[in-house]
């Protein structure tokens, strides 16, 4: 089952946007951690990580995106596991040392990261397609 939606190409929307908007979302957690109560290691493990692999993305971004360089389109695919490698390791090794901390850096971490996905969905497909 292919839509048209799905079958038309769009231009690439820009990371600045999305890259906010979770931002926003590990900055509002911190209000919530400290008035909850809730350990704040698991909220700074998850804003450290999530500015590391912000910032691993804007390396990855610089690489050159034409169609002819197989070496770049290589190395942000391993680049892109490679990130969710070493985001979800510490959070996994983190969890087994200590639970409480663990799940709440997931949780904040995990919700962070679909609004992330969610604002580059809508700026994606809200684009005008190309012809």
């Known amino acids: 089952m292919s839509t048209p939606l799905f079958m038309t190409p769009r231009p690439v929307p820009g990371r600045l946007v999305p890259a906010l908007a979770g931002s926003v979302v590990i900055a509002l957690a911190l209000p919530v951690f400290l008035t ?12 450290t990580l999530w500015v590391a ?6 390396l990855l971004t610089r690489l050159p995106t034409d169609t002819g360089n197989l070496a ?3 190395m942000r695919g391993i680049g892109t596991s490679f990130r969710a490698m070493a985001i979800g390791i510490p959070l996994v090794v983190v969890a087994v040392a200590d639970e409480q901390v663990g799940l709440a850096a997931a949780i904040v971490y995990a919700f962070a990261y679909t609004v992330e996905l969610a604002v580059s969905l809508v700026a994606y497909f809200g684009a005008e397609a190309r012809a």
């Open 36 to 47: 909850a109560g809730w350990p704040m290691n698991g909220w700074v493990l998850a804003a």
């Open 53 to 58: 692999g912000q910032a691993f993305a804007w």
């Open 72 to 74: 770049a389109a290589g």
